[in-house]
Each structure stands twice: as structure tokens, then as C-alpha cells.
């Protein structure tokens, strides 16, 4: 009896020994091979893009790295077309501002800085410059001239010629007794090429840029100083410019008290915001009013950056990545590296086969990185071995260009491909790899050893 015992438990240990064995050898010797690692990208944007790549792969343990990575490779670019300088030339402009610097020095020599700084490497750039300011009449009625158009002048024609545009400015009189903006602005719209309507194409891009000392307080056909009259037609002329140029930017400065009355019942904050608007709410463009202290920052950082196009900025970022159902059903997913911006999905949505990464915001030169790898499970499906295995179907990206507040979106099909093979096929038929069959041997084992059992005990009785 004790030896058909010995028998029996030494029969059943095999038994699971060897259905153990041969389920983990089977795993452990499928082999797997990357067929094609190709990189699926999506450019959008000018420089922008999105790429899926391969990035490490240890076949030993069956297991793939992947990366995702979004590029934001937008950069500012400098103004194309043309620039019209509007500018104040009134004696006012010769007040002592900062220390021994006067008005005139701190906008003329920040304009210069503009102007450099915008035709540097720019030959599709041009600028020009007009002055405003008005003459008033001697008391016989002579060598006036306020209220015409020639209370402005053309000062430099366009071109992108910075030292011949510098030298022009660098020696604009300052010796008008009056202020006729309307005047500069309505003689700087006639400088700007004339547009061809037929040529939708090649259109020019048109700027006008206004730096002045003082309110307004003459105009054409003027009726008497800071009038109604002279704020409504200033107004609607730098209006009209609604029609002529891409982008206009003012800056006025100078106003020492912005309550007091210089004619009349209006103060002078009154009377720039009948014509300017305000900062927030400009008659048209973008209006700086600012202290003579902020004249240099305005001109050669605030305005510059104003017609340099700024740096895109893309939100509402959702890349969808979307995997085979091979893939999804054989293979383990798991974050190797966590993404430096935004937040991805930590498993596999089953439902749409996908993972899905949000970012917020992702701002110009800024790279957003994740990794994550998928490995073989041990329960595959044998039905996968000897094919060729697309690791992804698609790949999806959706944003929003911060300029335009429009969503896009684009996909890629492109996929790196798999295979798994198994080892050679043993004389007799044996389970194949995987949890699964280890766990069916083991009943089957355990089925066999009650049998054994019982007919031991029926053996066992039989001889009594």
C-alpha cells in the first residue's frame, strides 16, 4: 500500500512539473521581432509637429518602448510691407522730460532703435515717415498755414534704407506752434503703395505708427482750438485708416495734467478719450498713453512686439493614440515616463482602443514628452503568432492656434510592426504558453489524482 502511495503523489508532481515547464518554456521561447519601426509624424502649424517613435526594445522580455513627443517650433516673425511713421514735430516736443533729455530725444532716438531693429535682416520691410504739427500765422496773416494739409510733411518716402530713413528723421524741425494730427494722418495714407484689388496674393501689409507729445487741437477748416470740430474730424480720420492699414498703433505722451482745461469746459483726459478712446477700448488699433518714463520701453520693446508677429501658442492640445486589437488584447500598457506637461491616460480605453494625452497650453520652443511601452502577457492568444502585427492604427491630434481660436485636427495611419514566432513544434501535441493552459493542466492533474485516489481506496478496501 505504501508503495502504490509513493507512486500515486510521485506520479502527480510530475505531472505538474511538467505541464509547469512546458507552459513557461513555451513563453519564455516565442521570439519576438520589430519588422518596421517607422515614425509617424503630423506637422501643423508653420514649424510645429507631433511624432510617434520607437525608443527602446528589449525582444528578451517582449516588451517596446514608445514615445510621443509635440513640438511647438513657432517663432516670431518680423512684419512684411510697408510702415508709415506718424510724427508729432510740435515746439512742444523740445520740453525737458527725463534729466537733460528732452521729448524729442527720448521718441526720435527710440524710433531710431524701431527702425533698426525692424529692417535688421528684413528686406521685405519698408518704412517711411511724415511729420505734423501746424505754423501759426504771423499777426499781418502770413506764413501761416494751420487747418491744410500742409501742416504735415512727407519726411522720408518708403524704403528700407535704415540709414537714409534715420538721417531723415534725425533732422525734422521742431517748430510748429500747434497740433494737427488729422493732417499727418491723412497725408501718411498717400504714401502707402496703392493696392491692387486683382492681386489678392501678393497683398501688402500696411502699418501706421503715431508718436505724439500732445492733444490734438487744430484740424482742417479748424473753427477754433480744441473744438468739437477739430475732435470729431481727428477722430474720424484716424477712423478711415480702418480701410487702409493692417494695423495702426499710437502712443501719446507729454500730458503733464490730464484734468486741466486747456480751451474750453473739456479737460485734456476728456478730449483723448473722445479721440483716442482709451487703452482699453481705442477708437481703432492700439492706443499706449503713457508718461514720458515709459516713452523708450513703449517704442522699442511694447510697439515692436506689436508688429512682430508673437510666437504662436497652441491649446486645448488632445493627442489620441489608438492601438490594435492584437495589441490590446495581448499586450500590457504602461507609463514609462510621465509627461512633463499636461496629463495622459494611465491604461487602455477598451472601448476606443486608445490612450489620450491633454495639454493645456504649449507655448513657442516648448516640447511636450511621454513614454510608455506595451509587453506581451503571458495568456496570449496564440492566434497572433507567425503574423505580421500593426502596433497602432492611428494616430489623432486636435488644437487651437492661439491666434486664430480655431480648432484643427489631423491623424496618421503611419505604425510600427511586430511579429511573433513560436518554437519549433515538440513530436507530441503540448499546451501552449500562457496562464491560461498552466492553470487547465493543473485541474487536469488534479482530476487524475482523485482518480488515482479513489481507485487507491477502492484497492485498498478490496483487500480487507
Known amino acids: 500500500m505504501k508503495k502504490l502511495n509513493i507512486k500515486l503523489l510521485l506520479l502527480t508532481f510530475l505531472l505538474i512539473t511538467l505541464i509547469s515547464t512546458i507552459s513557461l518554456a513555451s513563453y519564455s521561447d516565442v521570439t519576438m521581432s520589430v519588422i518596421s519601426e517607422p515614425v509617424a509624424t503630423i506637422k501643423f502649424g508653420e514649424k510645429s509637429y507631433i511624432e510617434r517613435r520607437v525608443i527602446s526594445k528589449d525582444l528578451d522580455k517582449k516588451e517596446i518602448t514608445f514615445q510621443l513627443k509635440v513640438v511647438n517650433e513657432e517663432v516670431a516673425m518680423k512684419p512684411t510691407g510697408e510702415i508709415m511713421l506718424v510724427l508729432d514735430n510740435s515746439k512742444s516736443m523740445l520740453t525737458p522730460a527725463i534729466g537733460d533729455r528732452t521729448r524729442e530725444s527720448l521718441i526720435i532716438e527710440s524710433a531710431k532703435t524701431l527702425i533698426t531693429n525692424l529692417l535688421k535682416d528684413n528686406e521685405q520691410l519698408k518704412i517711411g515717415a511724415v511729420s505734423f504739427s501746424a505754423i501759426a500765422p504771423n499777426a499781418d496773416g502770413t506764413a ?24 531723415s528723421i534725425s533732422n525734422i524741425p521742431f517748430e510748429g506752434d500747434r497740433t494737427n494730427l488729422q493732417a499727418g494722418v491723412n497725408l501718411a495714407k498717400t504714401c502707402f503703395t496703392p493696392a491692387n484689388p486683382d492681386d489678392t496674393e501678393n ?126 488584447d495581448n499586450f500590457t500598457f504602461s507609463i514609462v515616463k510621465d509627461p512633463n506637461f499636461g496629463t495622459i491616460s494611465d491604461k487602455i480605453d477598451l472601448n476606443t482602443n486608445s490612450i489620450t494625452w491633454n495639454i493645456p497650453e504649449l507655448k513657442s520652443t516648448e516640447t511636450a514628452i511621454v513614454q510608455y511601452k506595451i509587453k506581451l502577457k503571458e495568456n496570449y492568444s496564440t492566434d497572433i503568432l507567425d503574423k505580421i502585427l500593426d502596433t497602432h492604427t492611428k494616430l489623432d491630434i486636435t488644437y487651437t492656434d492661439s491666434s486664430t481660436n480655431i480648432p484643427e485636427s489631423k491623424s496618421s495611419d503611419i505604425t510600427p510592426q511586430i511579429k511573433l514566432v513560436e518554437p519549433e513544434k515538440l513530436p507530441t501535441i503540448l499546451p501552449k504558453a500562457g496562464k491560461t493552459i498552466l492553470y487547465g493542466g493543473i485541474v487536469v492533474v488534479a482530476v487524475i489524482s482523485v482518480v488515482l485516489g479513489i481507485r487507491y481506496i477502492k484497492i485498498k478496501n478490496d483487500m480487507k
Open 144 to 167: 501761416g498755414n494751420e487747418g491744410t494739409i500742409n501742416d504735415a510733411k512727407v519726411i522720408s518716402q518708403l524704403t528700407n534704407n535704415k540709414d537714409d530713413l534715420i538721417s
Open 203 to 328: 497683398k501688402v501689409n500696411k502699418y501706421v505708427i503715431i508718436l505724439t507729445d500732445g492733444v490734438p487741437n487744430i484740424s482742417f477748416d479748424f473753427d477754433n482750438y480744441f473744438s468739437d470740430s477739430v475732435i470729431e474730424k481727428t477722430k474720424n480720420e484716424l477712423s478711415s485708416l480702418s480701410g487702409v492699414a493692417d494695423k495702426v498703433i499710437t502712443m501719446l505722451t507729454g500730458i503733464v495734467d490730464g484734468n486741466a482745461k486747456p480751451m474750453g469746459t473739456k479737460t485734456n483726459d476728456e478730449i483723448i478719450e473722445e479721440v483716442f478712446g482709451t487703452t482699453a477700448n481705442p477708437t481703432i488699433g492700439k492706443f499706449y498713453y503713457v508718461t514720458d518714463d515709459k516713452v523708450e520701453q513703449t517704442i522699442t520693446t511694447d510697439i515692436y512686439n506689436d508688429l512682430v508677429s508673437i510666437s504662436k501658442t497652441y491649446k486645448d492640445i488632445e493627442v489620441v493614440d489608438t492601438f490594435s486589437k492584437e495589441i490590446v
